[in-house]
């Protein structure tokens, strides 16, 4: 047996163990509003609202009064990086929306950016925020590694090119990523959310962005550096030699020698943080939900952006699974969330619907169509933009005598 053969044959106890690390709990705490079986009257739905919504407690008010007016029982907030939604130190948004969203009945999820930190047309002005205080966190695509080695990660060149690159190729990647590579990134995001579940009561923690950008990334320094420590510590010695004299004048010889393991590599990490994040929330709220966006077809899911659903569920880290849908065909709504069923069996799905993009007719039908094919419930994005031009107001309304009324 070779060198790569035998890697091969170690990698799946690597990732057993990684993942059962990972796994610790105690509870401590209960849910302010309980959740029930999200099946007939108790199905979710619910509005992703942008902490641009959240301004004051008369925007909050508003908004908690149109989305229960319009039948809605979930609200999916938005946190910022730092884990809160307040646009300033004065004002806690966030206990603001539970507040009132709980004397309305309606339940509120903390909506989470795992690995997305900042988007690259709009830079955060805070200095203190993560991408400035550690640039080294942020994942680097393929295309531009071998550049960014020769640049110090906390020069603002580190920074603007890499931010550079990512607008040039928005189609590819819609913002900067932390990495889930390196442990003290993946800390700072788990720190994040248990400072959200120990300091607001809130009904479930949804998990966006939990991806890879692309399968190109990431080839950062210290992502390829902890990938070449984890292989070499499984190599013989004279297979480890012979990539050594490679990485000579291949600083990216390892990811390139084995590209299976480099691939279960960045797909194992990934899960190990989901694993880490649904015990984090349920050490502090045990019966919060713990959900998760994922690409709609398992198998794009796996191989452009390294997100292993099927995984996630099969070890229950998810209590439900947030089937995002590309394009606006009601079709390739239907077969894609038919696919996500199939494998979710009598897991939670919700369906996540674009609404913004849809027209009142459209968004109906989905709904619709994600209840025939046995969906928990549903998710609109977004408040904010239902209830601007065009839609105007009366989207959320008309969306509540169509779909809610009644029931």
């Known amino acids: 047996m070779d060198a790569d053969s035998r890697t091969r044959v170690r990698w799946p106890r690597m990732l057993l163990g990684l993942l059962v690390c990972a796994l610790t709990s ?7 509003v309980p959740l029930r079986a999200a099946s007939g009257e108790d199905e ?7 902490r641009t919504s959240l301004e004051s407690t008369d925007s909050i008010r508003r908004m908690v ?3 229960a007016t319009a039948g809605f029982n979930t609200l999916f907030v938005q946190m910022r990086a ?20 709980h004397a309305a009945g309606l339940r509120v999820h903390a909506w989470v950016d795992v690995a997305l930190a900042a988007a690259a047309d709009e830079l955060p002005s805070a200095r203190d925020h993560v991408i400035y205080q550690h640039p080294e966190w942020l994942m680097v695509p393929r295309a531009i590694a071998a550049e960014l080695l020769a640049i110090d990660s906390h020069s603002p060149d580190y920074l603007g090119r890499l931010q550079r690159w990512t607008r040039a190729n928005a189609s590819r990647a819609d913002g900067l990523y932390v990495s889930p590579l390196q442990l003290d990134a993946a800390a700072h995001v788990i720190d994040v959310v248990r400072d959200v579940v120990r300091r607001y009561a809130v009904d ?15 080839y950062s320094r210290r992502s390829v550096d902890a990938f070449r420590d984890f292989m070499r510590s499984q190599l013989q010695p004279a297979e480890r030699q012979r990539v050594d004299r490679i990485e000579g004048i291949d600083p990216f010889a390892y990811p390139n020698e084995f590209p299976g393991q480099w691939r279960s590599f960045r797909q194992a990490q990934l899960t190990a943080l989901v694993a880490r994040l649904r015990d984090t929330v349920r050490s502090a709220r045990p019966s919060a939900l713990v959900s998760a966006a994922v690409t709609s077809d398992a198998w794009a899911a796996g191989h452009d952006t390294l997100q292993d659903w ?9 209590d439900a699974l947030c089937p995002v849908v590309s394009g606006a065909d009601a079709a390739q709504f239907a077969a894609q969330l038919a696919q996500v069923r199939a494998i ?28 025939r094919l046995g969906a928990s419930g549903v998710i609109l994005f977004s408040y904010d933009s239902l209830i601007s031009p065009p839609k105007g107001t009366e989207y959320l ?10 029931s």
């Open 397 to 406: 309304s008309a969306i509540g005598r169509g779909a809610f009324a009644g």
């Open 26 to 32: 105690t509870p401590v705490a209960q849910l302010a």
């Open 44 to 50: 979710v739905r619910a509005l992703w609202v942008r």
């Open 82 to 101: 730092d884990g809160s939604a307040r646009p300033g130190p004065d004002f806690d948004a966030v206990g603001e929306t539970l507040t009132q969203a």
């Open 204 to 218: 479930g923690v949804y998990l966006d962005h939990v991806q890879y950008p692309g399968d190109d990334f990431d």
């Open 344 to 371: 979710a069996g009598a897991r939670p799905v919700w369906a996540a619907i674009g609404a913004n993009r849809l027209s009142q007719r459209e968004t109906l039908d989905d709904i619709v169509t994600a209840r």
């Open 65 to 67: 009064s149109a989305a």
């Open 310 to 318: 099927r995984t996630w569920l099969d070890n229950r880290f998810l």
